[in-house]
């Protein structure tokens, strides 16, 4: 009788003690987090309980230093627990992802004592982050935002509106960027805003098509004060630190959308063995069989080039260019991916009985987030010809 069986992912463990982290990743996930992923996305169930496990596993702070509570892994392996944890559901994978960036601020651009204050926190201490930079008439062109931060003594008022903040609502803590000069990139500065601070409310979540489980909010700032203390970096640096911030998330993003279509071929694979048509296992035949390997080719394809940024990125080399290629390629590739397993499932893959329908909708959101694939595009582009003429 042929194996139909999934295999397990190989992980590429560059230490031994990599690869226990893996095998208890996975454990937790399936134990956990997948047997409830479907009930909860279709009820819209924020799994809040489900990340104070992470934080309590040390899992919301791999790559970050341990001196702060981190786990001082390279993001070739933080990565992968991230594909593992978006395998067993993307709302948690996603949330992860979200929370490394909205922390990655502070760890990288915060100065000695803002991080011994703030960082064991939200890295191990059951807090939780939300990134704020896109508003509701600046997505894509990111500089044009028109939240202001206003000096006043000692402290800055932050007022505006934020859009599309991941966790918004939820989050202990929202990693702000505001206008405090100029129009343009330079006019910005970054603030880490406490999530009950005075003035600070957030919008009812956005109804969408998928992630129903991951509350997306716009987040209202109406003169919520901070001390010059929670600035992050010289004022008119935030501009910057942002973008630095989301070559990381980019890279994080991949992972998710690789592991979300592992997922989806998995259950693919599953059905075809189950499925009986004209006497067989419709596993055994070649033009599924020729959509299983194309789906499983983009998928190794993806985890490549991921996991090359990420060893561009833990050899402190430029990887900016390898980011946008894996965030462009993986959530391209998962939405290819999920569509094929639906395809592959016929008319029970459009129902939501079977998981591959969410899967579909889930890897949408992959294709916008964190910057739509067209600015991953032009990123590309202009790293291979050129920035373009004016």
């Given at each position: 009788m042929p194996d139909h069986a999934p295999h397990p992912v190989e992980r590429q463990a560059p230490t031994e003690e990599a690869g226990d982290l893996f095998a208890l990743v996975r454990e937790l996930a399936e134990r956990e987090i997948a047997p409830h992923a479907a009930e909860q996305e279709a009820a819209g169930h924020f799994p809040r309980d489900v990340f104070a496990l992470l934080s309590r596993s040390g899992l919301l702070a791999l790559p970050y230093a341990e001196e702060y509570g981190g786990g001082d892994q390279p993001y070739e392996v933080y990565l992968q627990v991230l594909e593992e944890l978006a395998m067993a559901r993307l709302t948690v994978g996603l949330g992860v992802s979200v929370h490394t960036l909205a922390c990655h601020?502070?760890?990288?651009?915060?100065?000695?004592?803002?991080?011994?204050?703030h960082l064991p926190g939200m890295l191990g201490g059951g807090?939780?982050?939300?990134?704020?930079?896109?508003?509701?008439?600046?997505?894509?062109?990111?500089?044009?935002?028109?939240t202001r931060a206003v000096r006043d003594g000692g402290d800055w008022v932050l007022d505006g509106t934020k859009a599309w903040t991941t966790h918004g609502g939820v989050a202990d803590f929202y990693t702000v960027f505001a206008r405090t000069g100029g129009e343009g990139a330079r006019g910005i500065t970054a603030f880490l805003v406490p999530g009950d601070a005075a003035g600070?409310?957030?919008?009812?979540?956005?109804?969408?098509?998928?992630?129903?489980?991951?509350?997306?909010?716009?987040?209202?700032?109406?003169?919520?004060?901070?001390?010059?203390a929670r600035r992050i970096g010289d004022e008119g640096q935030g501009f910057a630190i942002?973008?630095?911030?989301?070559?990381s998330g980019r890279l994080g993003i991949a992972a998710c959308a690789v592991g979300l279509a592992q997922a989806a071929v998995q259950e693919a694979v599953v059905f075809m063995a189950d499925r009986q048509q004209f006497g067989r296992p419709i596993a055994d035949f070649q033009g599924l069989?020729?959509?299983?390997?194309?789906?499983?080719?983009?998928?190794?394809?993806?985890?490549?080039?991921?996991?090359?940024?990420?060893?561009l990125r833990d050899a402190g080399k430029?990887?900016?260019?390898?980011?946008?290629?894996?965030?462009?390629?993986?959530?391209?590739?998962?939405?290819?991916?999920?569509?094929?397993?639906?395809?592959?499932?016929?008319?029970y893959g459009y129902t939501a009985d079977f998981p591959v329908e969410?899967?579909?909708?889930?890897?949408?959101?992959l294709q916008i987030v964190e910057g739509t694939n067209q600015i991953q595009r032009m990123v590309v582009a202009r790293h291979v010809a050129g920035p373009e003429s004016r």
């Open positions: 601020a502070l760890a990288a651009f915060g100065a000695k004592e803002q991080r011994a204050e807090l939780l982050g939300a990134y704020c930079l896109s508003e509701p008439t600046s997505g894509s062109d990111a500089a044009a935002l028109r600070l409310s957030a919008a009812a979540p956005e109804r969408k098509m998928g992630l129903t489980g991951s509350p997306t909010a716009q987040i209202h700032l109406d003169g919520v004060r901070v001390t010059d942002a973008l630095a911030a989301l070559d069989r020729f959509m299983v390997a194309d789906m499983a080719t983009r998928i190794e394809a993806g985890r490549a080039l991921y996991l090359a940024a990420a060893r430029p990887y900016g260019k390898q980011a946008a290629m894996a965030k462009l390629f993986c959530s391209d590739a998962a939405m290819q991916v999920t569509t094929d397993a639906v395809q592959l499932l016929g008319g969410r899967y579909m909708r889930e890897a949408k959101a």
